[in-house]
């Protein structure tokens, strides 16, 4: 008997060490997360995590993720935009021209931006899906054309300030629902002068979602006879990801509650994680950057859906660029200079793979995550943008060199 549980144990063990392995990415990166906030939490006494710098976080990197979950279906697909923080740049100018100096309302002009970016979207995506010119020379050409098209635009001037209901999308935030007297009742437990209820309740609520998706892809696995994640793996992660949710709520339930923009990420990585994962669609993309010739004579329309990942890309940089403008409150002919680098690189950290085919949108958003809090960190001990571009650029390198090692070892 002693010796059937001894073997049973053994094979436990090696199970989660092959589960560990071929998992090694997503694993890794979940910790490599925790140690960093950790490390700089630790060095600036505190203050990576405190309520308002934990705002200022979401904020800064939320027309990042906005752009990265966007990246990803382009990476994925087996291609890539480079002209994602040009499009930026020139819809937040569009923007300006449109609300400030000619007075177009707020909404028909986000409706009109939006419009645009799909536009944009369409026209590279145009020549890359039907023409096969390569995505890296479309949009090279296409960074340049809109960087030139956004100093056109604002004639080399800023333009600003914007009216209060277009700042509201980046700088505003959603009302507490609930009564007042709540918020009073429980600020002395939390050491507040309020608590934000709506705030607190939505942390359980979206850590109780993490469990319950996840008990319930568990189910559906053992159902069809999947060997999924090891019990230790699943409790482990679910504590984790469920108790960083409370946290992060708990803390912005003592500040200002729920930014607007973070509803929107939230709503938007739901969705486009439930598209990539859930639908055919979503199947098809990954298909496309596996094998393009395969796909296509699988029966996939791979044009179509080379020309639609570039279409939603373009939406998307438009968002972004509305963001950008509104958290800035004015236009600047060199707003989103360089930024496509921070969204490639929030990316390919987050697991993507360079030839296509490989990459999650969770992935993607804790990759663009892992930046901001580098970024955030090195600001707040004062290092200087020198170092942090290099210390940026080495784990940039390193994820792509795992990405590579990992590829070699399972051929």
């Known amino acids: 008997m002693a010796v059937a549980e001894t073997t049973g144990a053994e094979v436990e063990t090696r199970n989660i060490g092959e589960y560990l392995m071929s998992h090694l990415r997503e694993y890794g990166l979940l910790f490599a997360l925790i140690v960093i906030m950790v490390f700089f939490q630790v060095v600036t006494d505190g203050t990576l995590l405190r309520p308002v710098n934990i705002t200022n976080l979401l904020l800064q990197n939320s027309y990042i993720i906005i752009m990265a979950l966007g990246m990803l279906i382009v990476i994925v697909s087996g291609n890539i935009d480079l002209s994602v923080g040009s499009v930026m740049g020139f819809i937040g100018a569009l923007a300006a021209v449109m609300i400030v100096e000619m007075g177009v309302s707020t909404y028909l002009t ?19 899906a039907y023409w096969k010119i390569p995505s890296f020379i479309v949009t090279l050409a296409g960074m340049l054309v809109f960087r030139g098209l956004s100093l056109w635009l604002l004639e080399g001037q800023s333009v600003g300030p914007f009216p209060k209901e277009f700042q509201l999308i980046a700088n505003g935030y959603v009302p507490d629902i609930f009564p007042a007297w709540i918020g009073e009742a429980l600020a002395p437990i939390f050491d507040a002068r309020k ?36 019990r230790s793996f699943f409790v482990a992660r679910n504590v984790i990801v469920g108790a960083a949710l409370i946290f992060i709520m708990y803390k912005l339930s003592t500040f200002r509650g729920l930014p607007n923009v973070l509803i929107t990420m939230g709503v938007l990585t739901v969705i486009y994680a439930f598209i990539t994962e859930k639908t055919t669609i979503g199947r098809r993309v990954y298909a496309l950057g596996g094998n393009a010739k395969a796909a296509k004579l699988s029966g996939i329309r791979t044009e179509r859906l080379t020309f639609l990942s570039f279409v939603n890309m373009g939406v998307l940089a438009a968002a972004a660029g509305m963001v950008f403008a509104a958290r800035l409150n004015t236009a600047q002919p060199k707003a989103g200079f360089a930024l496509e680098l921070d969204v490639i690189a929030a990316v390919f950290i987050g697991g993507a793979s360079m030839s296509g085919g490989v990459g999650k949108i969770v992935g993607a958003v804790v990759g663009a995550f892992l930046m901001g809090v580098l970024n955030n960190g090195m600001s707040i001990m004062g290092i200087g943008i020198d170092y ?12 792509v060199i795992f990405d590579v090692y990992n590829k070699g070892k399972q051929g």
């Open 110 to 128: 986000m409706l009109v931006c939006l419009a645009v970016g799909g536009v944009i979207g369409a026209a590279q995506g145009y020549w890359v």
């Open 195 to 230: 608590v934000n209820v709506l705030a607190l309740v939505t942390g359980f609520v979206a850590a109780g979602f993490v469990v319950w998706s996840g008990l319930r892809k568990r189910a559906r696995d053992r159902a069809y006879g999947i060997v999924g994640e090891p």
């Open 388 to 399: 942090q571009q290099m210390i940026k650029g080495l784990v940039l390198l390193a994820a």
